[in-house]
């Protein structure tokens, strides 16, 4: 995927004036596929699958897929109460980081990209984390979210292996959790976000369509602030 769209992104990057690489921070809870997600853009391994737990991931990792985007993976909640608070103070601080270029400030974050578990019932740690911390701390219009485990938002049903992507009922579900997504955030915090995309990064299903998001929404001006 490294050089999927590049010359649109370059293009676009520089005529809005934004600062490169295009800086992403991915939120999700422990175990969405953050990780997965890189290895599957990357086309290698860059981050360990499965050590969500680990408090080497606690840590913000940060992996530049080409000179126009780089992604930060940051340690994901729903690793229990302590480990949680811990862990939006984290990404709070990393969505209000500054840096100064030429005497002015900006956010160093240009976007949040917020994964969430298709396959999981209990969606409450993913909308937890878009409302009391990400939409807290980032324009909604910057917020991406995308619900990975497209195939397992059946427990696995009407998921077709043969041709690697979901069957009609199954698009039907997951076309209807990107809209309640939209609307839950809608109600619970008045804001508007992008309407989620829905992809696989284990069978690599829709990954283009997780770079053409981001292309969609890319934003229009830099993060600046004034101080
Ligand atoms: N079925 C399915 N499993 C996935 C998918 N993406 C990741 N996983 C699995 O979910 C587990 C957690 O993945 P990981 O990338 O470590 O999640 P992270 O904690 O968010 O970094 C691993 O066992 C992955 O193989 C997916 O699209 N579908
Ligand atoms: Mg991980």
């Known amino acids: 995927?490294?050089?999927y769209r590049f010359d649109e992104i370059q293009r676009r990057m520089l005529a809005n004036?934004?600062?490169?690489p295009l800086d992403a921070l991915l939120v999700g809870a422990t175990g969405t596929g953050k990780s997965t997600t890189l290895n599957v853009l990357f086309g290698s391994t860059v981050a360990k699958v499965g050590d969500?737990?680990?408090?080497?991931?606690q840590k913000i990792s940060s992996h530049q897929l080409h000179d126009f985007m780089r992604f930060h993976d940051s340690a994901g909640l729903g690793d229990g109460k302590a480990a949680d608070h811990e862990h939006s103070k984290n990404i709070t601080a990393e969505l209000l980081r500054t840096?100064?270029?030429d005497g002015q400030h900006n956010r160093f974050m240009d976007i949040a990209m917020v994964l969430l578990d298709g396959g999981s019932r209990d969606m409450g740690t993913a909308f937890r984390l878009l409302e009391t911390v990400v939409l807290q701390s980032i324009e909604p219009h910057r917020v991406i979210v995308a619900i990975n485990q497209a195939d397992m938002a059946m427990s696995g049903r009407s998921w077709n292996s043969q041709l690697n992507k979901p069957d009609p009922a199954l698009i039907d579900r997951l076309e209807?959790?990107?809209l309640s997504v939209q609307k839950r955030i809608?109600?619970?915090t008045g804001l508007t976000i992008n309407r989620p995309?829905?992809?696989s990064a284990k069978f690599n299903y829709n990954i283009p369509v997780f770079i053409d998001h981001i292309i969609k929404h890319?934003?229009?001006?830099?993060?600046?602030i004034t101080k």
């Open 1 to 3: 995927m490294k050089n």
């Open 17 to 20: 004036n934004l600062l490169h």
């Open 52 to 57: 969500g737990v680990d408090p080497e991931t």
């Open 99 to 101: 840096i100064t270029i």
């Open 176 to 178: 209807e959790k990107t």
């Open 186 to 188: 809608k109600e619970s």
């Open 197 to 199: 995309i829905y992809y």
């Open 218 to 224: 890319l934003p229009t001006s830099r993060r600046t």
